[in-house]
């Protein structure tokens, strides 16, 4: 069964600049993929970036040319860089592992504890 450990949040001023670090263990064995999820407090879980094997990628509208989302199969673990940042980036964020299915990410893992991102103005 997979588990994903996040990691790397904080509190931090708007402009500058995070990593966060996903480690998955254990095997799923449709999944092709990671993904990384945020929620603000009070709203509904959003997808900002995902990535397959091989190395396509999206990204959530607002986060474009502000975020990436890199892999390393070596060490099993997902990063997101998060430049820039602006106090509507604050939130959980989570890790998953998943597929794509033509233009959209999957998650079929089990959410992890998530790591808090803070910006403030």
């Known amino acids: 069964q997979v588990q994903v450990v996040e990691s790397g949040g904080g509190s931090v001023q708007a402009g500058e600049s995070l990593t966060l670090s996903c480690e998955i263990s254990g095997r799923h064995f449709s999944a092709n993929a990671a993904g990384w999820y945020r929620q603000p407090t009070g709203k509904q879980r959003e997808l900002v970036a995902a990535?397959?094997?091989?190395?396509?990628?999206l990204y959530l509208d607002s986060v474009k040319g502000r975020f990436t989302i890199s892999g390393d199969n070596a060490k099993n673990t997902v990063y997101l860089q998060m430049n820039s940042l602006k106090p509507d980036d604050t939130g959980v964020y989570y890790c998953?592992?998943?597929?794509?299915?033509?233009?959209?990410?999957?998650?079929?893992?089990?959410w992890g504890q998530g790591t808090q991102v803070t910006v403030s103005s």
């Open positions: 990535i397959q094997q091989g190395g396509r990628t």
């Open positions: 998953t592992v998943g597929t794509f299915g033509g233009a959209n990410y999957y998650p079929n893992s089990r």
